[in-house]
């Protein structure tokens, strides 16, 4: 079993729509949270992050962490085609400086 | 606002042939990294080094060396490129192991291809 598990996709949803992307992972220790979005031909850029348990918001996205059921999401409202991208969800232990990545979603937003 | 800057953005070597990726940030960063992307398998750490003056294996070191040479600047080498190191290489750097989130940056890659 990987660390980390994240559903390759491809998603594909209407301009509008709610999108909810997924990792799970088996490693408890984990106490940071990352998501990442990939543009095509682009390095990952950092999109937001969490510590521990709960949820944050910035603008229309939200991050929420589940520490008990070793899940995090990414939900994005009012999604947009520029929304296209490969999504990638990190995570750290602390006192390390490496990240364990999922493999990536890849959503893809119609006009 | 650079961040992190690779080069070269693309190069085609041949079986046998060396080459040395360069990777420089200008955030004050401590630590810094190496890692290949191939389709389905993800983002794969090759070597990092979480402070200068120390580097360590990644997931899959073979094949590779990498050189710390300052706090900005750290290189990988290939000595020997063979088809299966055809991969994107990206480089990213972050503040280190401390408390906080601490995120990598990365950056936009070099894509190498080995024929």
């Known amino acids: 079993q990987k660390e980390v598990e994240q559903d390759p996709g491809p998603l594909s949803v209407p301009e509008g729509a709610i999108v909810s992307l997924n990792c799970t992972y088996s490693?408890?220790?984990?106490?940071?949270f990352m998501w990442y979005r990939q543009y095509s031909r682009k390095g990952p850029e950092l999109l937001m992050y969490?510590?521990?348990?709960g949820n944050k918001e910035d603008g229309r996205f939200t991050a929420q962490v589940d520490k008990s059921s070793k899940y995090i999401s990414l939900f994005i409202r009012d999604s947009q085609p520029s929304d296209s991208a490969t999504y990638l969800c990190?995570?750290?232990?602390?006192?390390?400086?490496?990240?364990?990545f999922g493999k990536g979603t890849m959503l893809l937003v119609s006009p | 606002n650079a961040g992190v800057t690779q080069t070269p953005k693309f190069q085609v070597l041949k079986t046998g042939q060396s080459m040395t990726l360069q990777c420089a940030q200008d955030?004050?960063?401590?630590?810094m990294y190496w890692y290949r992307q191939d389709p389905g398998m993800g983002l794969r750490l090759i070597y990092y080094?979480?402070?200068?003056?120390?580097?360590d294996k990644g997931e899959v070191p073979n094949g590779y060396n990498v050189s710390r040479l300052n706090k900005r600047e750290f290189s990988l080498r290939l000595e020997s490129a063979a088809p299966s190191q055809t991969s994107v290489y990206f480089c990213?750097?972050?503040?280190?192991?401390?408390?906080?989130?601490?995120?990598?940056?990365f950056g936009d890659g070099t894509r190498l291809s080995i024929l």
């Open positions: 990190a995570m750290r232990i602390s006192g390390y400086s490496t990240l364990t």
């Open positions: 969490t510590y521990s348990s």
């Open positions: 955030m004050n960063h401590n630590s």
């Open positions: 080094s979480a402070s200068e003056g120390t580097t």
């Open positions: 490693n408890s220790a984990f106490q940071y």
């Open positions: 990213a750097s972050s503040d280190g192991t401390g408390t906080g989130v601490q995120p990598q940056h």
